[in-house]
T-cell receptor, first 118, second 114 residues
Framework: EAGVAQSPRYKIIEKRQSVAFWCNPI?????LYWYQQILGQGPKLLIQ????????DSQLPKDRFSAERLKGVDSTLKIQPAKLEDSAVYLC????????????????FGPGTRLLVL | AQSVAQPEDQVNVAEGNPLTVKCTYS??????LFWYVQYPNRGLQFLLK????DNLVKGSYGFEAEFNKSQTSFHLKKPSALVSDSALYFC????????????WGAGTKLIIKP
């Protein structure tokens, strides 16, 4: 079974530029998560999708960040314009569902995209 | 408030010795608890989870975790550490009150010395 795919793996941009990250979850996983992980910290949830609907985006800085999952499969996270403090690893994860059982809720992560904003 | 604490920023263990990485939690209701490992420049890998039942949970790579309800702890353990176990370990608990989000600990860096 293929894991969660993310691209690109690394990205270097200058502040005020825009950037987009792509994620393809494990086949059949209805729930998709985007996390931001700053060096030395645990992951911070940015947005959670259930199929193509947003479940929670309370911690997404909506003035500059946007995300979509139009067909309920792969997803794109965009930052426009980027700030220096956006330098982090952006992790995508997926699970069979949310709620129901721990087995179905177990999240599987992609390798992440390391973003450096100069 | 729901929370997870990993009281040690770093744990140092000699190869071959047993290791313990500590985690305590505070959550309403029955907890779903998870351990993940992160190797350098890699994403998070699922190690094991606790749902209900047996308090000793076995996971990947020889790791196990002990759930203690009275102490609200879920410590990660391994009987004999390997150098390759050196990584960053995260404990997480499901928050039923916030769309089933995972609440994450700050992580513990495990260093296994040869």
């Amino acid at each position: 079974e293929a894991g969660v795919a993310q691209s690109p793996r690394y990205k270097i941009i200058e502040k005020r530029q825009s950037v987009a990250f792509w994620c393809n979850p494990i086949s059949g996983h209805a729930t998709l998560y985007w996390y931001q992980q700053i060096l030395g910290q645990g992951p911070k949830l940015l947005i959670q999708f259930q199929n193509n609907g947003v479940v929670d985006d309370s911690q997404l800085p909506k003035d500059r960040f946007s995300a979509e999952r139009l067909k309920g499969v792969d997803s794109t996270l965009k930052i426009q314009p980027a700030k220096l403090e956006d330098s982090a690893v952006y992790l995508c994860a997926s699970s069979l569902s949310r709620g129901g059982s721990a087995a179905r809720e177990t999240q599987y992560f992609g390798p992440g995209t390391r973003l450096l904003v100069l | 408030a729901q929370s997870v604490a990993q009281p040690e920023d770093q744990v140092n263990v000699a190869e071959g010795n047993p290791l313990t990485v500590k985690c305590t939690y505070s959550v309403s209701g029955n907890p779903y608890l998870f351990w993940y490992v992160q190797y350098p420049n890699r994403g998070l890998q699922f190690l094991l989870k606790y749902i209900t039942g047996d308090n000793l949970v076995k996971g990947s790579y020889g790791f196990e975790a002990e759930f203690n309800k009275s102490q609200t702890s879920f410590h990660l353990k391994k009987p004999s550490a390997l150098v390759s176990d050196s990584a960053l370990y995260f404990c997480a608990v499901r928050d039923m009150l916030s769309n089933y989000q995972l609440i994450w600990g700050a992580g513990t860096k495990l260093i296994i010395k040869p």
